[in-house]
């Protein structure tokens, strides 16, 4: 009886783990143009970086000579309780399993008619940051403060895909635009956007 209900837990756990790792994983990377209706590719293709330094505070590290506890925004979402600092593409902070990821194919939001793209896990885990982000309504104000400016976005369209792999990012171009996505479920991802106001 003892080793039955031991298997069955150990099962349990190895499942969660997996999806863990299948969120952290296609969450990880944009890669490829960015269209109204043309696929992003989300891919894990980087190697881990070292966190040799990384002990739960903002120590200073030296990486290519900038300190990484030198952020570079704070995203603020007011209705789920959200505000997290945001790291620099280049920083190991800036990971999918360390923190919020700005991906490689973000264009900040200084730039006129970009899109800034953000992905996190959700869940229970303390790394879930975007646990409650299906919470969001049409409407709902997501703020960037970078380089001493506020970039208040409305939440403007939300919808679901399939994990597969790629998340088709549906946006007006010729406006400045906030993606931020996450998992939703086993198979689906939720894709959040939001427009400059």
Request: net charge neutral.
């Amino acid at each position: 009886m003892f080793w039955r209900s031991f298997i069955k837990n150990l099962g349990l756990i190895l499942v969660i783990l997996g999806h863990y790792y299948f969120c952290g994983y296609v969450l990880a990377e944009v890669h490829g143009t960015e269209s109204n209706d043309f696929p992003v590719v989300l891919d894990k293709s980087n190697e881990k970086k070292d966190d040799e330094n990384n002990l739960g505070t903002e120590s200073k590290v030296l990486k290519n000579e900038v300190l990484e506890d030198e952020y570079l925004g704070i995203i603020s979402i007011p209705k789920i309780g959200l505000r997290k600092k945001l790291y620099d593409i280049g920083s190991y902070r800036n990971d999918v399993d360390r923190n919020i990821e700005i991906l490689a194919s973000s264009k900040m939001p200084d730039v006129m008619g970009g899109n800034f793209i953000l992905a996190a896990h959700n869940g229970n885990t303390s790394l879930g940051y975007f646990r409650d982000l299906h919470k969001l309504k049409v409407g709902d104000e997501v703020t960037i403060d970078y380089k001493n400016k506020n970039y208040v976005y409305e939440v403007s369209k939300i919808y679901d895909v399939l994990k597969t792999g790629e998340v088709a990012i549906k946006r007006d171009k010729s406006q400045s635009t906030i993606t931020l996505i996450t998992c939703l479920g086993n198979d689906r991802q939720l894709v959040v956007i939001g427009y400059l106001r």
